[in-house]
């Protein structure tokens, strides 16, 4: 099969759970956005933000070294089971302390009368910590259709319960006149409230490593301490860039609750939370990219055409990203009544995320001159570099202008970023990209955003329609220059 079509075929599968449940978390939003307050729903978003981060940790590089040492060690058996062993050992540990000192770390977190929320946490992180090898295996293994069906029950059940607590029990509860009432009443609690959110997270990465079992169960189980070390020799710089790169992502979404006091700064964080959202497709497409791409790149390493199709995949990579910024801009008029009312003032952020994942997603494609040769601690130079902007650029925006500086401190973050890879990794590694391309793609869907905004028509219909023919006009000259490459692919 032709490479990029390999990738494509892979990133869809990959990418079908992520797109699917995404989706319906998508369609959760206006749930949690008409059903609590800004402020409830800052929790919601301070709380996922330090999982993301804390996930990281607790997987410390752990997926790509899985996918490094597959390449080189003859034993791939004792990999996978060191891996195993090691995030077993960690995960144990961390759920130990958390437990034991919830109450006051959740007076630090801002979560106060909430210790609660630190347990559910750290279990939910230790269970999606230590399935993130098994998950990483059957990529390594090019099972996708498994991946693809266990991340599908995993969001299925999470969703499920989102619903049947929040939108179900919810409802009955508050009614006057329901037979289910008495019922719902023994298994519902309206204090919990969006505590529901996060039992239904905990519910899911449950019954997802109960799932993942047979890969756990069936292996070799043994612990190499000599290729542990080497292990995580290569995987440390990866957790430092982990990381970093998460602090890039998430920090924002921290730090607005202490940077602005009071109610205001949750209620800012709920507003940018949900905002964020709405950025989603853009996020999808790059995580399912990611999925697949990392293993196809360390495949395909030694053919020789490689850096052919590594330059190949970018250009195509960035005509797809700038359809969906286009498409998410220019369907902006209905797209805003997925957030409720008092959400949508922060909308002005969402071109600005959009644009700032787009450049995280050219980062993540130039990423492989440092993973393929060995050279992970420029990883975690370039993402500390990040988050070093992304810090003192929050500290210095967040009490002036809120939720906006955080969302032009992203975008400035992942701009520098890309930038200073792709000059050290034209030394190191250097790949030809089509930058006359590229740089043409990126120029051209910006100016018919701006072109967009400039047309004032009274009617969302035919506002509508006008949008989308700008976004037709994108893709039919992406059609037009791209033709012959895609012809070859089919």
Known sequence: MNPLKKLASQTAIYGLPTIVGRLLNYFLTPLYTYMFSTTEFGDVTSAYAYVSFLLVFLTYGMETTLFRFSQTESEKESVYSTALFSLLGSS??????????????????????HSEYVTWFALILAFDAFSAVPFAKLREQNKAKRFAVIKSLNIAINIGLNLFFI???????????????????????????????????????????????????????????????KMMRYGLPLLIAGLAGMANETLDRTLIPHLIPGELGKSQNGIYGACYKIAILMTIFIQAFRFAAEPFFFSHSKDKDAKKTYADIMKFFVIICSVIFLGTMMNMSWIRYFVGEHFREGLGVVPILLLANLFLGIFINQSIWYKLTGQTSYGAILTIFGAVITITLNFYWIPRIGYMGSAWATLICYASMMVLSYFWGNKHYPVNYDLKRILGYLGLSLTLYFL????????????LIVNNLILFVFVLIAWKLEKTNLKQLA
């Open 92 to 113: 144990l540990i961390f759920v130990i302390v958390a437990c034991s000192f919830a109450s006051p770390i959740s007076e630090k977190l801002k979560f106060s009368g």
């Open 167 to 229: 939108w179900f029990c919810k409802g009955v509860y508050e009614s006057e006149n329901s037979v289910l009432k008495p019922l719902v009443e023994k298994i519902y609690d309206p204090e919990i409230g969006i505590g529901y959110i996060f039992i239904s997270n905990l519910v899911a990465s449950i019954i997802t490593v109960v799932l993942l079992s047979p890969e756990i169960i069936k292996v070799k189980w043994s612990f190499d301490g000599i290729l542990w070390k």
């Open 452 to 463: 967009s905004t400039l047309i004032q028509i009274e009617s969302v219909g035919i506002s």
